[in-house]
């Protein structure tokens, strides 16, 4: 319980309460303007609204090549309201490639801890970062980037780059069985395979799925990017339970590759 572990928040999680559309916190947010800071384009803050829980982890999330905030939101209030601070962002460009967006988030995350006006809300040093498609292999980028990060989770990532022996980041990445634009085969099973074996790493297959699975909202995605968020930027082991053993196949899990335990 917290006097174990002080970053514990929420009540203990069942099965139902990670595949629920709301967590137990009610959600605020806040949009922040480009042209109010540098580095990313923006975006919108969400946040559990009571201050009586102290300070959040915190996660920023990158959309891919062409899109815009709006392709992620569904994450914003869905991960909130189960106790994490939420930026989801806006790039520069909607052409910005997966080097730029990793540092995007970075700049995003800073913003949040350092200038925003929840940063009094925020513990900076439990942060973690995710994204779509091109913004996912951007994720991989801000992990290799910045190895104090708690936790990556890129969703149908994208990227020229398919070798991640650098990161030292927890990473869960999400991949989808049909997707043809990021094929597994060539983007999100490597990274898997190229990440370091011995790091706390996950391989999630989605089902029936496709590049653009991760722009709405999806109960699988949402269950097991919570469990591993808590898991590793609150070092809640009530969540372990949901990700070792590993998930088996399942009407929408394709495959599932891990290593348990987690060692983090
Ligand atoms: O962010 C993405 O959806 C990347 C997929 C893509 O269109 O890459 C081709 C350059
Ligand atoms: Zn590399």
Redesign the pocket.
Known sequence: HAADNPYERGPAPTQSSIEALRGPYAVSQTSVSSLAVTGFGGGTIYYPTSTADGTFGAVAISP????YESSIAWLGPRLASQGFVVFTIDTNTTMDQPASRGDQLLAALDYLTQRSSVRGRVDATRLGVMG????G?GSLEAAKDRPSLQAAIPLTP?NLDKTWSEVRTPTLIFGADGDT??PVSSHAEPFYQNLPSSLDKAYLELNNAT?FTPNSNDTTIAKYSISWLKRFIDNDTRYEQFLCPLPRPSLTIEEYRGNCPHTS
């Open positions: 891919g090549f062409t899109a779509h498609s091109m913004g292999g994208w634009i990021a590049h």
